[in-house]
């Protein structure tokens, strides 16, 4: 009798077997989440799971990434959770859907509201400031390029034409009047 482990995305599956049965514990790797084990067909969403067998048998641990680390990873500035939260919402993209359940239509109109919030967020950011007679310390500092904010929106006005999205309106032409 042998149990064989495949892994499907990013992390580890611990195994302690006794005899006829093994305690499968899942553990992602940094950025994924554990989704389910798959056995002979049959998912099996809890973890750690213990499983009896009598033979060979095959399992499947599955591991995704959510479309907020999703999302984050494709832009190169921190995004707050309510902004995520607001976009997923406009969308009705579920929390901590797994990027292979949506189309690649869903996952590009999620990206250009990304970046269109980029786009029309404030240019300087200024983390938490401490101080105390005489030191101080700030946990950090950001600028976003008025260059990079409208390629931002360049981009995002793209992938609104590219799909017709209601969000793209080619009559509507943005002016700067300074």
């Given at each position: 009798?042998?149990?064989?482990?495949?892994?499907?995305?990013?992390?580890?599956?611990?195994?302690?077997?006794?005899?006829?049965?093994?305690?499968l514990?899942?553990?992602?790797?940094?950025?994924?989440?554990?989704?389910?084990?798959?056995?002979?067909?049959?998912?099996?969403?809890?973890?750690?799971?213990?499983?009896?067998?009598?033979?060979?048998?095959?399992?499947?641990?599955?591991?995704?990434?959510?479309?907020?680390?999703?999302?984050?990873?494709?832009?190169?500035?921190?995004?707050?959770?309510?902004?995520?939260?607001?976009?997923?919402?406009?969308?009705?993209?579920?929390?901590?859907?797994?990027?292979?359940?949506?189309?690649?239509?869903?996952k590009?109109?999620?990206?250009?509201?990304?970046?269109?919030?980029?786009?029309?967020?404030?240019?300087?950011?200024?983390?938490t400031?401490?101080?105390?007679?005489?030191?101080?310390?700030?946990?950090?500092?950001?600028t976003?390029s008025?260059?990079?904010?409208?390629?931002?929106?360049?981009?995002?006005?793209?992938?609104?034409?590219?799909?017709?999205?209601?969000?793209?309106?080619?009559?509507?032409?943005?002016?700067?009047?300074?």
């Amino acid at each position: 009798m042998a149990l064989v482990i495949d892994i499907l995305g990013e992390g580890k599956v611990e195994k302690v077997v006794e005899s006829n049965s093994a305690t499968l514990t899942a553990t992602p790797d940094d950025g994924w989440e554990f989704k389910h084990f798959v056995c002979d067909d049959t998912i099996i969403p809890e973890n750690p799971k213990t499983i009896s067998f009598t033979s060979n048998t095959k399992i499947v641990a599955v591991f995704y990434i959510t479309i907020e680390e999703y999302l984050r990873g494709l832009v190169g500035f921190d995004v707050p959770d309510n902004v995520l939260n607001s976009i997923r919402a406009y969308r009705e993209v579920k929390k901590a859907t797994d990027t292979n359940d949506l189309t690649a239509k869903e996952k590009d109109l999620l990206y250009a509201d990304l970046l269109m919030w980029a786009s029309t967020s404030p240019t300087s950011y200024t983390g938490t400031k401490e101080s105390d007679g005489g030191w101080s310390r700030t946990e950090s500092n950001k600028t976003v390029s008025v260059t990079d904010k409208k390629r931002f929106e360049n981009l995002a006005m793209s992938i609104y034409k590219k799909y017709l999205d209601k969000k793209y309106n080619s009559n509507i032409k943005i002016v700067n009047l300074w």
